[in-house]
């Protein structure tokens, strides 16, 4: 069926309607970047506890949401290379040891608008992010009852979700090495209460340190396999350039990669870019995160790197979270102030001054920068 | 009417390929509702500012999807016209207040 056939005019009507209808049930506001389906970024402001409120936690859709899934009706298939193929209910994953995990999530291309030349794909700012604690059934105690071969290479995992018109399905494969780490879970909560039906509802896989793209929602199937799926999702979707390219230049299909751990960064959420202060004490602030390793440090500089001061980070140090840092300054003079963050994890690996510009603008991660203007008081 | 007639004769010659046709701008807004709204809202679309070959290559990946852009040459001058990478971008959108009190 073609996508012009899909609709009537009448029902282009609606659905121009609703795109005029800007409120998203159960998020406070946030910046829209496409409300059918729904694309939310959270403005910066909101990020100011470790855990991000659910109302206040970005949203990447794909294709459309499937319809609620009643949770007495769900079933997850769990088969491919196994001994016992299974059909679990929720009761069953919910009899399942469970693991908590709090773990960073970041969309692929979260900091896409900040490249030049521009490249198409939602135009994220900072906001494509959110740390929060997931609960579930390990993946590997549900590979393990259902007798998964030890010589499965990848875990394919499909979501209830399905596209418009001859838009691919959304499937993603992960090696099995990471599919069996104690902290890949099948999430049946986020932040201690049931996953929203935005976010998955009622499981989500949730691989820690990854680009989001792998935390497939709304799981109904769990596959073990020789190979990796070969759909847009996987190929050529979320792929990144293995030799950097001249910006502006186009991808080089044999030499795309799959993306997997996440690289470090910072970003400053307060002040707001080009916002006006007082002079005073003022408050610099910001989260920094690195994938599957942890935060050591972060340092911020108001003069536009001249010097550097320590920002005080906050606890506990985890692979996978971030951390959320604060520096006390006190302007001596009112005036135009650059202010930069830099992050460095446990493995060393510093944020770096120029951001890898890729033709799908992933993994943005430079030196973040803002620009205040301190007035007298 | 004449006057704009050749104010608009006048405007293509002095812009040039830089001045599209409002005329063919127009129907590529029809195209636009026509075939972009099933899928997604324009929100999307008019978010990005991106060259005519980018504009282009999302088209046919559009197409590839099972679009049917009936007037895409229209559809290519109207996002360029609009949206090209010449334009700055918009100021961002924010949804209303979802959360039930």
Redo the contacts between chains.
């Keep these: 069926m073609t996508a012009a056939a899909l609709m009537t005019a009448g029902a282009a009507r609606l659905a121009r309607a609703a795109d005029d209808s800007t409120a998203i049930p159960g998020k406070r506001p946030m910046i829209l970047h496409n409300d059918r389906p729904e694309d939310l970024e959270t403005p910066v402001r909101y990020f100011d506890s470790w855990l991000t409120p659910v109302d206040a936690f970005f949203v990447r859709q794909h294709i459309p949401r499937p319809a609620t899934i009643d949770p007495a009706a769900y079933r997850l298939t769990v088969n491919g290379m196994v001994s016992k193929p299974l059909q679990l209910t929720l009761a069953d994953l919910q009899k399942l040891p469970q693991a908590t995990v709090p773990a960073t999530i970041e969309c692929t291309g979260n900091g896409r608008g900040f490249y030049t030349p521009k490249v198409p794909g939602i135009q994220w700012g900072r906001g494509a992010i959110g740390n929060a604690e997931w609960s579930g059934p390990r993946i590997a105690d549900i590979l393990r009852a259902a007798g998964a071969s030890s010589s499965a290479a990848f875990l394919e995992t499909d979501g209830a979700d399905v596209g418009v018109a001859s838009t691919p399905d959304f499937v993603r494969s992960l090696p099995m090495k990471k599919a069996m780490h104690p902290a890949t879970i099948l999430a049946l909560k986020m932040n201690g209460q049931p996953i929203p039906d935005i976010h998955g509802f009622p499981a989500r896989l949730i691989v820690p340190g990854w680009d989001g793209t792998s935390s497939v929602k709304w799981v109904i199937r769990l596959s073990a396999a020789a190979e990796a799926n070969k759909g847009f999702f996987m190929n050529p979707g979320y792929r990144y350039p293995k030799y950097a390219l001249p910006p502006g230049t186009p991808a080089r299909p044999a030499e795309l990669e799959v993306i997997e751990g996440m690289p470090v960064k910072s970003s400053i959420t307060a002040p707001e870019d080009q916002s006006k202060l007082a002079l005073g004490a003022i408050t610099v602030r910001g989260f920094a995160w690195a994938g599957e390793q942890a935060i050591e440090r972060v340092e911020v500089s108001t003069d536009g790197g001249s010097r550097w001061h320590d920002a005080q980070l906050s606890s506990p140090k985890l692979p996978f979270a971030w951390r959320l840092w604060h520096l006390d300054w006190r302007p001596s003079d009112p005036g135009y102030y650059t202010i930069l963050s830099r992050a460095t994890d446990s493995s060393g690996r510093v944020q770096p001054i120029v951001a890898v510009w890729n033709p799908s603008g992933y993994l943005w991660n430079a030196i973040d920068r803002v620009g205040v203007t301190v007035e007298k008081a | 009417m004449m006057t704009g007639r050749l104010l608009w004769l006048a405007g293509v010659a002095a812009g040039a390929a830089l001045c599209a046709d409002p005329a063919v701008v127009a129907r590529g807004q029809k195209e636009e509702?026509?075939?972009c709204?099933?899928?997604?809202?324009?929100?999307?679309i008019h978010?990005?500012?991106?060259?005519k070959a980018?504009w282009n290559?999302?088209l046919d990946k559009m197409a590839?999807?099972?679009?049917?852009i009936t007037d895409r040459d229209a559809l290519l001058e109207y996002l360029v016209a609009n949206f090209g990478?010449d334009k700055a971008?918009p100021p961002?959108?924010?949804?209303?207040?979802?959360?039930?009190k």
């Design positions: 509702a026509r075939s709204i099933p899928c997604h809202s324009l929100r999307l978010s990005q500012r991106l060259s980018a290559k999302e590839g999807w099972g679009t049917v990478d971008p961002p959108a924010m949804s209303q207040d979802g959360v039930k």
